[in-house]
């Protein structure tokens, strides 16, 4: 398999507000690709990590808390130009401390309908399964 066809392994975690389930998602920070798209936070698997530790190392790089609580949930994929991701995704319900933008991003804790726009593709799959959920839809715009 060429490298470029190789998948990378990316932990992404849907931190969900105890008081009313929103969800926060963020800004991909300047210089990396896609910089401006609203995502979920998370990054890369590094090698010899599970995906709870990526989870709780990107959260703390990237917002500044400390994770207390992972639940596994879904697994997507996306093929990107650049790169075709497998995305573990984590329900995360309980952390600790204050939010900090450690990389100059935004932050907004959404409901459905979401009101922030441009959201990375490979988000859409675990959007329409958190709409569903909550008896809502999402409709990725074209
Ligand atoms: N964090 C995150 N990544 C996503 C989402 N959806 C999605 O397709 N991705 C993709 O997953 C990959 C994550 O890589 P990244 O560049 O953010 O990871 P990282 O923070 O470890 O970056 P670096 O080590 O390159 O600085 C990107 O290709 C990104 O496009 C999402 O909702 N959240």
């Known amino acids: 398999m060429s490298v470029a066809a190789q998948r990378i392994d990316v932990a992404a975690g849907v931190l969900l507000r105890a008081t009313d389930g929103a969800f926060l998602m963020s800004t991909r920070p300047t210089g990396k690709v896609c910089a401006g798209c609203w995502e979920f936070p998370g990054g890369k698997v590094e090698a010899g990590e599970t995906v709870e530790q990526a989870i709780g190392r990107e959260l703390h790089e990237e917002l500044g808390i400390t994770v207390q609580q992972v639940e596994r949930w879904q697994v997507t994929e996306h093929d990107y130009p650049h790169a075709r991701v497998r995305l573990h995704w984590c329900k995360v319900r309980a952390w600790q401390g204050d939010f900090e933008m450690r990389e100059g991003q935004a932050m907004c ?12 593709p490979g988000a859409y799959p675990v959007l329409q399964l958190l709409a569903r959920e909550r008896g809502a839809s999402f409709s990725p715009v074209a």
Do not use: D, S, Y
């Open 109 to 120: 804790w959404q409901t459905f309908p979401l009101t922030v726009t441009p959201i990375l």
